[in-house]
């Protein structure tokens, strides 16, 4: 079977309160979005997980038509809103797993993984940023079920709290005017980021474990927002999950990298010149021009992961999303 993971990048800049600010005009949109549907059809895969699918319905309709897939779709972040009345007006964004129709997809359930507030395809309250994960059932052949994972993590600078981390902040703090206040509550809200990172994998493994058998064959697919050597990525591992990517993948595998990406050289080049009021969102701005590898598949009860590689990532022009997907072939 063939799996691909994918943040098809909603192209907010998460500013506003009325109406989000969007980093491309309605036509450069309109574009990416052709460029993104002739691309999953290139896949051609049997299951995808798609993070940041915005707004929901249309968008989310059209990948269901297009691809002639049945999808499973919960709204992930969608601000203070009853139905589709609320605020931001043009935020309704959904973390959505496709499948062929001939796997008999079955939803399976959600589970909240961080973020304060609540959010549901009815009705939402949060200021902040949320996290999730969804799950399907589909039949595999022979009485077989396997179980799908969708999964969008907390976005954050990378902390580990030691000396060379203290120094960067620093020299950024230094560089663009802050004060050891400033820095001290940097640190901190770095080290809630670490916490919840880990509440994030802990609540993931225990929703999983409640719905799969023990000897139950499971593929997770998603924005983990954390590179391979974080501590909530090993605590997958640890939980008996092969990174596909690590198993089968050749070369560094980044699916941020500012440096092949034109849409993040584009836009968050200027997001990080930029001084916010708080140091903490400064030091994330910069964070975000080191390339990393942060979108995965992970599986396990299978036979053999075949292949594994990315995907999206030799656009001509502007590519498809801020992210490089991951697609990997994976026998059970």
């Known amino acids: 079977m063939k ?27 309109r574009a990416r979005e052709e460029k993104l549907i002739a691309g999953l ?47 931001p007006v043009n935020l309704r964004e959904a ?10 997809m079955k939803a399976a359930g959600r589970v909240h993984l961080a973020g304060k507030g609540f959010v549901s395809d009815y009705a939402s309250f949060h200021f902040g940023n949320l996290t999730q994960a969804i799950a399907a059932v589909l039949e595999i052949g022979d009485g077989r079920r396997l179980t799908a994972v969708a999964v969008h993590w907390l976005a954050c600078p990378e ?51 409640k719905i799969v058998p023990a000897d139950g064959p499971v593929v997770i697919g998603g924005d983990f927002n954390a590179g391979p050597d974080w ?35 584009r836009y968050y080049s200027e997001e990080a010149e930029l001084k916010k009021q708080r140091l903490y969102d400064t030091y994330h701005d910069i964070d975000e ?18 292949s594994c590689r990315l995907c999206f990532d030799e656009e001509e022009g502007f590519p498809a999303s801020d992210h490089f997907g991951v697609a990997a072939e994976i026998e059970f």
């Open 41 to 87: 059809k290139k896949e051609d895969a049997d299951v995808m997980f798609l993070n940041e699918v915005n707004p929901v319905p249309r968008q989310l309709n059209r990948l269901r038509r297009e691809l002639q897939a049945d999808a499973y779709a919960r709204i992930g972040v969608s601000g203070v809103k009853i139905g589709r009345i609320g605020f």
């Open 159 to 209: 902390w580990k709290g030691g000396a060379k981390d203290a120094t960067a902040l620093a020299a950024v703090a230094s560089r663009r005017g802050f004060g050891l206040e400033q820095i001290k509550a940097a640190r901190e809200k770095m080290e809630e980021d670490v916490r919840l990172k880990r509440q994030e994998a802990s609540r993931l493994l225990k929703f999983i474990e």
């Open 95 to 104: 973390d959505v797993i496709l499948a062929r129709p001939e796997l008999k």
């Open 3 to 29: 799996f691909v993971a994918l943040n098809v990048w909603s192209g907010f800049n998460y500013r506003g309160k009325i109406r989000l600010g969007t980093f491309e005009t309605k036509e450069e949109r």
């Open 289 to 306: 021009l080191i390339p990393r590898r942060i979108d995965y598949l992970w599986a396990r009860g299978f036979k053999k992961i075949e």
């Open 231 to 265: 501590e909530s990525v090993r605590m997958m591992e640890a939980a008996g999950f092969t990174d596909a990517f690590a198993a089968a993948g050749a070369g560094s595998g980044f699916t941020w990298d500012p440096f092949r990406n034109a849409n993040i050289s």
